[in-house]
C-alpha cells in the first residue's frame, strides 16, 4: 500500500517513546496513523541513548501493559522505597508498604521499552511508518522539546533555562540497590540533586545516576578520570552502597523549565490541503521540567492517554480537527502541567538557595514531614491517584 493512495486519520511527527504509544493507543480505536520515524536523529540529539533509564509510574504502567509493551525483568525495576536526605541532616522516606501498593514507580531501560513499541507496531496494520509528514486532519508533534515543527507553526516555547546541567551514567555498586531510589541535596559546591536510580531487576547491583550540577562542574565531572569521579560521586552519597565501578559513558546536557504558549491550532493551508486540519503538541514539544522528581516521562505519557480519550469520547459528527474537541485536551493536560511544572521549579528554587537560617528551615521542614505519618501518606495517595487514573 503506497503512502500516497492512504487516506490518513492521524500523522505523528516523532517517533519517540510518546509518538509510537500514541500511535498504537489511536490504532487501537480504528485510526488509521502516519508515523514519522526520526527517531534515530532523536537518540542522537540527546547524545545518551546508551543510558537512559525512566521513572514510570502506575498510570504509565497500566497504558503499556495495555498495549502489550511492558517490559519484564531485568530491563524493569520496581521500586519499594525513596529515601531522600537533605544538606543539614533533613530525611524523608516513602514505601509502597506503606501506601498498600506492589511498588511506588518503575524503573525502565528506555532501549528494551522502545524495542517492544516498535514491534508492537509492526503487528498494527492502521500504522504505518513513513519518512515524511503526511496530510490528515490531525499532526500530533511529538518530536521532543527542540521541535522543528513546532517553531515553524509559530508557537513559541517560554523557557526558563535553570544554572545546572545534568550528568547521567550507568554504575554498579559493592552492595545491591534493594529497589531503594535515593536522592540528595547539597550546597557544598553550589545547589546540587544526586539520585540514585535502582536498574538490572530486583537483585541488581546497577543504578541508574542523574546528578544536577552547576554547568562548570558537570563538565569536569564528565572529563575527570574514572577512579577520580567514583570517589567524588561516593563521597556524595556517603558510600551508602559501598565501592563504584563506572560502566557507561558520562552525558551532560542543560537543564530547563518550558512550556508552549498553545498545544492546539490549525495547521497552515500548505501543511494541510483543501481539508480542515490542526495540530495538538504532546511530550516535551509542549513541556520539559527539571528531573528532581523524576516525571518527565510520565507527563508526556499522560498526554498520550488524555489526547486518546478525548478523541475517543468525541461525538460522531465531530471531525478530529474540531477546535473545540482538541481544546478538551489542552485544558486537561495543561493545568496539571502546570502544577507540576510549579512543583518542581519550587523546590529546584528551594533547594539553590544558600541562606544557612532558610536551608535549617527546609531541612527541619523535610524531617517533621516525615514524622507526621497522616499528612505524609495522604500526600503520598494524592500524587500516586493523580498518576493512576486510566
Not at 144 to 155: D, H, I, K, N, P
Not at 229 to 250: T, Y
Request: glycine letters at 8%; one cysteine or more; a neutral charge.
Amino acid at each position: 500500500m503506497s503512502q500516497s493512495s492512504t487516506q490518513f486519520d492521524v500523522c505523528i511527527r516523532g517517533a519517540g517513546i510518546v509518538g509510537r504509544s500514541l500511535s498504537l493507543m489511536l490504532a487501537s480505536q480504528g485510526l488509521r496513523v502516519a508515523l514519522v520515524n526520526i527517531l534515530g536523529t532523536q537518540k542522537s540529539a540527546h547524545g545518551h541513548s546508551d543510558m537512559r533509564a525512566y521513572s514510570l509510574n502506575m498510570a504509565a504502567q497500566h497504558m503499556l501493559s495495555d498495549l502489550r509493551c511492558w517490559p519484564e525483568s531485568p530491563a524493569c525495576t520496581p521500586i519499594l522505597k525513596m529515601h531522600i536526605e537533605g544538606d543539614q541532616g533533613g530525611d524523608l522516606e516513602f514505601s509502597a508498604a506503606q501506601q498498600g501498593v506492589a511498588a511506588l514507580n518503575w524503573m525502565v531501560d528506555v532501549p528494551t521499552l522502545e524495542s517492544n513499541l516498535t514491534k508492537a507496531i509492526g503487528f498494527q496494520p492502521l500504522i504505518q511508518e513513513v519518512a515524511e509528514s503526511v496530510k490528515a486532519p490531525l499532526t500530533v508533534i511529538c518530536e521532543g522539546r527542540a521541535s522543528q515543527t513546532r517553531a515553524e507553526l509559530g508557537v513559541a516555547f517560554d523557557v526558563k533555562h535553570y544554572e545546572q546541567h545534568a550528568l547521567a551514567c550507568r554504575i554498579q555498586t559493592q552492595e545491591p540497590h534493594q529497589q531503594i531510589a535515593r536522592q540528595w541535596f547539597h550546597t557544598d559546591h553550589g545547589p546540587e540533586i544526586l539520585a540514585f536510580l535502582p536498574i538490572g531487576g530486583e537483585v541488581s547491583h546497577e543504578w541508574a545516576v542523574v546528578w544536577s550540577l552547576t554547568p562548570n562542574r558537570a563538565e569536569a565531572l564528565r572529563t575527570n578520570e574514572a577512579a577520580s569521579f567514583c570517589m567524588q560521586l561516593q563521597e556524595a552519597n556517603k558510600g551508602v552502597a559501598g565501592s563504584i565501578e563506572l560502566i557507561s559513558e558520562r552525558a551532560v546536557w542543560p537543564l530547563q523549565l518550558a512550556k508552549a504558549a498553545r498545544w492546539t491550532g490549525s495547521m497552515p493551508h500548505s501543511e494541510s490541503g483543501q481539508r480542515a486540519a490542526s495540530f495538538a503538541l504532546a511530550g516535551d514539544a509542549a513541556h520539559a521540567m527539571h528531573p528532581l522528581a523524576g516525571q518527565g516521562l510520565n507527563v508526556g505519557l499522560a498526554d498520550v492517554m488524555a489526547l486518546s480519550r478525548v478523541i475517543q469520547a468525541k461525538e460522531f459528527w465531530r471531525p478530529l480537527s474540531d477546535a473545540k474537541l482538541l481544546r478538551r485536551y489542552e485544558r486537561a493536560r495543561q493545568a496539571e502541567v502546570l502544577a507540576l511544572g510549579c512543583v518542581t521549579d519550587g523546590l529546584q528554587m528551594l533547594f539553590a538557595q544558600p541562606n544557612l537560617p532558610l536551608q535549617k528551615l527546609r531541612n527541619w521542614g523535610m524531617s517533621a514531614f516525615n514524622q507526621f505519618s497522616p499528612l505524609k501518606k495522604w500526600m503520598a495517595g494524592e500524587a500516586m491517584k493523580s498518576s493512576t487514573q486510566h
